[in-house]
């Protein structure tokens, strides 16, 4: 596989310190997070939710990269372990020291295509993709990454869209897809140990908020890394290519420019999100963000 080669060939070249970059960039961007209320709200996605009074402070305008994905590969990972394994706080009273009562909702069908996953609604705690693969793409990451998986349906859909841009001259690259669960609740509790729940979500995801935990998600970028999850990336024939051609697939760029305030993340040209090909259209062809394509209020008119 020519590709493969050229990502190997890449990989060796720029080695830890291309990874290096992206795990930086990845830990300075993502949501801010919300406490779980941990009840299971059943309102169906479709339902229009009469959005409250804006808020005069706007919640923070982060990236969603920012999930605390530490990219850079471990000895374990590299060794073939699973990516998942985040440091582990010792003990886990930590999590239940999260004081809930800010306004999240848990969403009920967690396993939809379509699931809409944002600052206010949350995957349930026990959640788990039932069907990750490997999708058999070039990637910035170790063969073995667990963050390479995504579910079946979308693996699928993901490699016929790679095939796609490659006829047309446009090779691109995974960066980061599927986030374990728990990896991300390590993470976040660790953060918040250290600086504590109100500083710790204006950077971090809150468990269970991060589209990447659905499976469904995938940070793209050209196959020579650069930019990768990065704002220059917009711009790029990649950028330009997935914008045009990723609903035929599928795909949408879940976080458009200008859109900040309704999903309460900045621009993302790299971050895709599978929901189904008639979906996919239908939002493009809307105009609109997925929010406001289900009726779901603006994340800027909630507490953040
Ligand atoms: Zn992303």
């Not at 900045?266 to 008639?278: A, D, K, L």
Request: one cysteine or more.
């Amino acid at each position: 596989m020519k590709g493969q080669e050229s990502m190997e060939r890449v990989w060796k070249q720029r080695g830890s310190a291309l990874l290096l970059g992206a795990a930086v960039l990845l830990a300075m961007t993502g949501c801010s997070g919300q406490a779980a209320s941990g009840e299971v709200i059943q309102s169906p996605p479709q339902e229009t939710v009469t959005p409250p009074p804006a808020q005069e402070e706007q919640p923070p305008q982060t990236s969603e990269e920012q999930e605390g994905t530490d990219v850079k590969p471990s000895q374990e990972e590299e060794a073939g372990k699973p990516a998942e394994a985040a440091p582990q706080e010792q003990g886990t009273s930590e999590q239940e020291e999260i004081p809930a009562g800010l306004d999240l909702e848990v969403v009920a069908e967690p396993a939809s295509m379509a699931v809409l996953v944002n600052k206010q609604h949350k995957l349930p705690e026990s959640y788990e993709p039932p069907d990750l693969v490997f999708p058999n793409v070039p990637y910035l990451l170790p063969e073995k990454s667990e963050r390479r998986k995504m579910r079946q349906e979308a693996a699928t859909a993901l490699e016929q869209m790679f095939a796609a841009a490659k006829a047309d001259g446009i090779q691109l690259a995974g960066v980061s897809a599927y986030r374990p669960h728990a990896y991300q609740k390590d993470l976040f509790n660790r953060y918040v140990k250290k600086d504590g729940l109100e500083k710790a979500r204006t950077y971090s995801a809150y468990p269970g908020t991060s589209e990447h935990e659905t499976g469904l998600a995938i940070d793209i970028s050209g196959i020579d890394g650069k930019c990768a999850a990065s704002s220059c990336f917009a711009g790029t024939k990649e950028a330009i290519w997935l914008a045009e051609n990723a609903a035929d697939y599928g795909f949408i760029v879940r976080y458009p420019e200008g859109k900040e305030a309704i999903t309460g993340y900045i621009y993302e040209p790299w971050h895709m999100r599978y929901v189904g090909v008639e979906t996919s259209k239908a939002i493009v062809e809307s105009g609109l963000t997925m929010e406001e394509y289900f009726g779901i209020a603006p994340v800027s008119s909630q507490n953040p």
